[in-house]
């Protein structure tokens, strides 16, 4: 199994303001606790995600980043970086890619933590929002190879952001994880974590999910509360 001792920096990319909590914030809590510096970067504003004909985009984007940042105070993970690109239809784009390179070579992460880009659904009643595989997959292209590749992206070389090689990558909702966090000692503080997204988890059983969530990850290494990654590590052998 790949080593999962505590990184000194570790960054989290996600699509939406929340998609964390949902999902690896437990390990960026335990990490934070631990002594390490933990970055989230957040996709988009999030500010497509009503249905309330009362609500504007504007607005919302407003809420949403309050509350990104609430969460990430409770988790203890130092800086939010909320990008602008468009939420509900995010792509993989080369712009994104860039911002994502940029933030690696300026926060200097050890570790990236980041959904699975190749699911498109979970089980028989989960579809994955196509917001996540798009922010997965420009992570993994920001990690290997534009962050550590001098003359990929010069614009960012020219602002003085040196390369940066990201030692591993985890991979969380991979069907196919290799590593268990056990998060039992900072449930508590995922669930509260969560409960701060209050536009888009009001009035549902947050506490409920996040423990049958935990434990269903777990499931497979006996432990009663975890998060499950598939980890890369990337070698220092040449690749091309
Ligand atoms: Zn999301």
């Known amino acids: 199994m790949p080593d999962s001792s505590t990184p000194k920096r570790a960054m989290v990319i996600v699509a939406h303001p929340d998609d964390a909590e949902f999902t690896m914030a437990g390990t960026a809590a335990l990490w934070a606790a631990a002594g390490a510096a933990v970055c989230y970067v957040v996709c988009t504003r999030g500010d497509r995600g009503s249905n309330d004909p009362d609500v504007t ?25 909320v990008l602008d690109h468009p939420d509900g239809t995010l792509e993989p784009t080369l712009a994104l890619r860039c911002d994502l390179t940029r933030e690696m070579r300026r926060f200097r992460p050890e570790v990236v933590l980041t959904g699975d880009p190749t699911v498109h659904f ?12 798009a922010a997965a997959s420009a992570a993994l292209d920001a990690v290997f190879p534009s962050a550590e590749t001098r003359y990929i992206f010069p614009e960012l070389l020219a602002a003085g952001l040196e390369p940066h090689r990201v030692q591993a990558v985890y991979i969380h909702g991979s069907p196919e994880p290799n590593t268990w966090i056990d998060i039992a000692p900072v449930i ?19 506490e409920a999910w996040i423990r049958g969530m935990a434990e269903e990850e777990g499931r497979p290494r006996g432990l009663a509360a975890a998060e499950a990654y598939r980890v890369i590590v990337i070698n220092g052998a040449s690749q091309g």
């Open 188 to 206: 508590e503080t995922k669930i509260r974590a969560l409960q701060a997204h209050q536009s888009q988890v009001g009035g549902f059983p947050v």
């Open 122 to 133: 979970y089980g028989g009643g989960y579809l994955n929002h196509p917001d996540h595989r």
């Open 57 to 81: 985009p504007w607005a919302l984007a407003r809420l949403r980043d309050a509350e990104q940042r609430a969460a990430a105070a409770i988790l203890g993970v130092q800086e939010v970086v």
